[in-house]
Nanobody, 114 residues
Framework: QVQLVESGGGLVQPGGSLRLSCAAS????????MGWYRQAPGKQRDLVAT???????NYADSVKGRFTISRDNAKNTLYLQMNSLKPEDTAVYYC????????WGQGTQVTVSS
């Protein structure tokens, strides 16, 4: 069973940046389309960005131009560079396959507040 471990969240002021990481426990990760998801309090979990194994990316309109998804297949690691953060980006961020069929990790909290 693949295990996913997210890290890199924290408290940041509006306009700031964070870089999230997601480590996968097994090598099959490199063959999969992966995604970052987020869940704000009281809301459903939404897909934020995806990246295919060759590296094609897609973003939700709300983060397009501000977030960048990338991956290092050799390290089984997925990244999300988040710039120009807004209070509405506050959420717990998760990684998973797209579609999300793997067990969810614990997520990493991102809080954007002054």
């Amino acid at each position: 069973q693949v295990q996913l471990v997210e890290s890199g969240g924290g408290l940041v002021q509006p306009g700031g940046s964070l870089r999230l990481s997601c480590a996968a426990s097994r090598g099959m990760y490199s063959l999969l389309t992966m995604g970052w998801y987020r869940q704000a309090p009281g809301k459903q979990r939404d897909l934020v960005a995806t990246i295919t194994s060759p590296g094609s990316t897609n973003y939700a309109d709300s983060v397009k131009g501000r977030f960048t998804i990338s991956r290092d297949n050799a390290k089984n690691t997925l990244y999300l560079q988040m710039n120009s953060l807004k209070p509405e980006d506050t959420a717990v961020y998760y990684c998973n396959r797209q579609p999300a069929v793997l067990p969810w990790g614990q997520g990493t909290q991102v809080t954007v507040s002054s």
